[in-house]
């Protein structure tokens, strides 16, 4: 029997790959320079439904409500400058080098500004074979700041004054002022991804407002990544083939259809019967995975590893109803009432320890701002006594009243996109109601999950994971979903102060680590004193890697798709 797996799966690859066509007899030594290549072709799937990659720009990983493998496949189709590995290490794709002050293309200037240079790698085209050159950053940055499109504002790209270009294969960005992720403004999906000029400025300057809704982000999609896009069927699939032309070298791969499953059971037959053979991103809960894990040798599961993100509670803090919400003694007997050491024990297979705060234990980051953090242990009795001490008391029938004689009742909504959210967000109720707090539940589908509105307006709690979190962006009072934004923002606490957001601010600007670190040590502590977040625990990895017949599968990487090769 092999191990069982960890309690939060993020299945990236599941292969068990099919070649087209009967196999090929074994050719004589005279005509095995002419015998013809079999055609190896993948079936895939998301756990999603995508209305096209438009997606990806409205919901970026990891914003909230980001569409589950739909990154994956935009890297596949797009490329990216940079990309960032299972560790968090950043390295050069389809740049030259990743900006640094030791390679001297990162400057800090006397002014207070800054200058990052990227430089191309030689041989770079769009699928239509355009050369992809530093014009294509300017204008996708161009887009990525209009606010007409839909698309949401993205961290750092405020501080940028403007791309120059003294040659096709340069950009030089100018900042404004220090960004301290100014290397990853054109990695795979946490910035920005690239745009091709010569196929989507005018349909940008002539409607922005249905920019998004132009037929390039299904059918039409050109990228310079190693897959091309060759179909989009709504409601079904896309089908990608192997970029000829691709700068590091065409794919082994030749086809990869990629199928739209919006039902676990479902995915899990599929991928037991090896219909399915590249399951790409979120979606398996434990239980299933397990089955998966335990049921076939055939393919190779990595357990553990490196932290993943941070499975939070978030209280309303903007408009909560009911208004104690607001009250931070509540909102820490809420969080003292919760065993989260029996929640990873039982949702996460201890595979992830307690979270205290939002920074990861793990990292360097997490080591340097431990002595910071305000913690809320399990204690029961000491969370009613705070609750009493607000006006509350328990009344024969187990629930708590206020002087009126009104219950306590409280909401928490959430959505099943994610494997954790629905068995977490139980758990959370099940012991707010032996404090004695009445709990409602809102759970909506993966497809409602993309309502901005849905999202901002919860009344009380909201159950979310976001992944690897940053704080601009996602803490600052910018980032607040409203309705004169048209609830575009990843703030789903709703929190904002102005001396969060100068410390947001220090951090980002503060480039020398140990001065980051006690500029991001004041963050937390001030965020884990006044309860911003309720953290429930780091949730531990298990990844499928694929089949035993693929070589050069990587955990949570699509960068190498063209070293993909099978045996």
């Known amino acids: 029997m092999r191990a069982s797996g960890p309690a939060w799966v993020v299945v990236i690859f599941g292969l068990v790959v099919a070649a087209c066509g009967p196999a090929a007899t074994q050719p004589s030594p ?39 493998g739909l990154t994956e496949a935009f890297a596949m189709l797009d490329g990216a400058l940079t990309y960032v590995d299972e560790k968090n290490g950043l390295h050069p794709w389809l740049a030259e080098a990743v900006p640094s ?37 300017r204008f996708t940055l161009e887009v990525y700041r209009d606010r007409d499109t839909g698309i949401p504002n993205l961290r750092g790209i405020a501080l940028i004054e403007g791309i120059d270009a003294p040659d096709p294969q340069t950009a030089v960005v100018r900042w404004r002022q220090p960004f301290i992720d100014a290397d990853r403004l054109f990695n795979n ?25 132009d ?38 791969i030749d086809h990869i259809e990629v199928q739209f499953i919006r039902d676990r059971g479902a995915l899990v037959a599929a991928l037991l019967s090896g219909t399915i053979q590249l399951p790409i991103g979120r979606g398996l809960y434990l239980e299933q995975a397990t089955q998966i894990h335990d049921a ?3 393919v190779k599961v990595q357990l ?16 909560p109803d009911p208004a104690i919400i ?8 809420l969080l003292m009432a919760i065993d989260r050491q029996e929640m990873t024990d039982t949702l996460n297979q201890s595979l992830g320890p307690v979270a205290h705060s939002w920074v990861q234990p793990d990292r360097a980051e997490g080591k340097a701002i431990d002595g910071n953090i305000v913690r809320y242990d399990y204690n029961l009795r000491a969370a009613t006594q705070l609750i009493e001490e607000l006006g509350y008391t328990k009344g024969p029938d187990g629930n708590v009243r206020d002087p009126t004689g009104a219950k306590l009742s409280v909401q928490i909504m959430t959505h099943s996109q994610n494997a954790l959210h629905v068995p977490a967000a139980l758990s959370v109720a099940g012991y707010w109601q032996r404090l004695g707090v009445d709990v409602q539940m809102d759970v909506a589908s993966p497809a409602s999950a993309q309502d901005r509105k849905w999202r901002a307006l919860y009344p009380g709690f909201s159950v979310l994971s976001k992944g690897v979190l940053q704080p601009d962006g996602l803490f600052n009072s910018g980032a607040i979903p409203t309705e004169d934004h048209n609830f575009v923002g990843s703030n789903v606490a709703r929190y904002g102060s102005p001396d969060l957001d100068d410390l947001i ?29 309720l953290p429930l625990f780091f949730q531990g990895q298990g990844i499928v890697l694929g089949s035993a017949r693929l070589e050069n599968v990587l955990p949570q990487q699509v960068w190498n798709a063209h070293q993909w090769k099978l045996t």
Do not use: C
Not at 522 to 530: I, P, S
């Open 505 to 533: 601010q220090r951090y980002i600007t503060t480039i020398p680590f140990p001065d980051r670190m006690k500029v991001l040590g004041e963050m937390v502590h001030l965020q884990t004193d006044r309860v911003t977040m």
């Open 189 to 213: 999906g946490t910035t920005m991804w690239m745009l091709p000029r010569h196929v989507l400025e005018a349909p940008f300057q002539g409607n922005k407002e249905n920019f998004l809704s």
């Open 304 to 319: 553990g590893g490196v932290l993943g993100g941070v499975l939070p509670v978030y209280p309303q803090l903007l408009t």
């Open 326 to 333: 607001g009250n931070v003694q509540f909102r820490r007997a």
């Open 215 to 252: 037929a390039y982000w299904r059918e039409g999609f050109i990228g310079a990544g190693p897959f091309t896009m060759q179909e989009w069927t709504s409601g079904s699939r896309m089908m990608l083939a192997a970029n000829e032309h691709y700068v590091l070298g065409r794919p082994q």
């Open 101 to 137: 002050v030791e390679n001297g293309l990162w400057k800090v200037l006397p002014d207070g500004g800054m200058e990052t240079t990227w430089h191309l790698k030689p041989g770079i085209t769009w699928h239509d074979g355009t050369p992809l050159t530093a014009d294509d950053l």
């Open 296 to 298: 076939t040798q055939d």
């Open 30 to 68: 005279s005509s095995a320079s002419q015998a013809p290549v079999a055609k190896q072709r993948l079936v895939a799937s998301i756990f999603a439904d995508p209305s096209g990659l438009d997606q990806e720009m409205t919901t970026p990983n990891p914003g909230t409500g980001s569409v589950p």
